[in-house]
């Protein structure tokens, strides 16, 4: 057996027995077991929402007015801008404040954790509020400012972690080669460190696109504003569960879309060959000097 395949095979042992006949046949079981729950959950809804008529044509036929795809196109839109602006200056946000807790000046680094651990507790509906209410801000920036303190301070414990979890060899390694902080930071400690950190950024970002759903409550247009609008102006019998029928799909998607970036992102990273570790093939005969120097 080469030393890879033995490597293989240590890989895929040493985290967990190979189940065996009975093991697979309860696995089995279970998986049956629970797929018909799943099953019989989503008849009981389906029989529920025919059972209340909600896919009559008089509830369904309003989607069609061209005033209300404008609503609901508009309120998709301001969404997506609200969530682009809070993203970007999360990130910015969390990129200072992550620098500022891994300075070695004592003031900065106390000053940006108190920032972010302020910041980090407070809910993030109480700062919307706050800026909206108290600074008279107008409802998009107050929605994007609270989102962004609240976002970029989470993902700068994000980014802190993530530079301390690379081995710290590699930045005395680049500090004896003569760089300075901000290079072996940017250059060497950052993009080893963004494969790690990807996963819970993109999930952080997944919070922030559904948080955003919080600007209805200051009569920002977003997309769940748009839906309640039409759900108290139209007149037929419970009106919410078709416009819920309608919004919820997309939020959904718009979140799996996000998850499909970061795993595509994560593919692309471990095929790029600056970060692809170089495989080295096993030792043949003949390969080392016979006198054994």
């Known amino acids: 057996m080469t030393a890879h395949a033995l490597h293989g095979d240590l890989e895929s042992t040493a985290l967990y027995d190979i189940p065996g ?73 969390g990129a200072v404040l992550a620098t500022g807790r891994l300075s070695l000046h004592r003031p900065v680094r106390w000053a940006a954790t108190l920032c972010v651990e302020f910041f980090r507790a407070m809910p993030v509906l109480v700062m919307i509020f706050f800026i909206f209410v108290a600074l008279k801000v107008q409802p998009l920036p107050a929605l994007v400012a609270g989102l962004t303190l609240y976002n970029g301070s989470v993902l700068a414990e994000v980014f802190r ?15 004896a080669l003569g760089m300075r902080k901000t290079q072996v930071m940017t250059f060497v400690l950052a993009p080893q460190a963004v494969r790690a950190m990807l996963p819970t950024i993109i999930s952080q970002l997944v919070v922030a696109l559904k948080d955003t759903s919080l600007g209805y409550l200051i009569t920002y247009e ?72």
């Open 21 to 93: 006949p009975r093991a697979q046949r309860r696995h089995f079981l279970y998986g049956m077991a629970s797929t018909a729950v799943i099953l019989a959950l989503f008849g009981w809804i389906l029989y529920l929402l025919f059972d209340t008529d909600q896919f009559t044509a008089a509830k369904w036929t309003p989607f069609e007015y061209e005033g209300i795809q404008r609503l609901l196109l508009k309120g998709l839109w301001n969404t997506l801008k609200a969530f682009a602006y809070a993203s970007v200056l999360s990130l910015v946000l």
């Open 161 to 175: 972690t993530g530079i301390n979890a690379v081995e710290r060899g590699q930045g005395e390694a680049a500090y």
């Open 222 to 293: 977003e997309f769940l504003h748009a839906g309640k609008l039409i759900a108290s102006n139209l007149d037929y019998d419970l009106p919410f569960i078709p416009v819920v029928m309608i919004i919820s799909p997309i939020y959904i998607g718009m979140c799996m879309l996000l998850s499909w970036f970061a795993t595509w992102m994560a593919r692309r990273q471990r095929r790029n060959p600056r970060t692809e570790a170089a495989q080295v093939g096993p030792a043949e005969a003949g390969m080392l000097p016979q006198d054994g120097r």
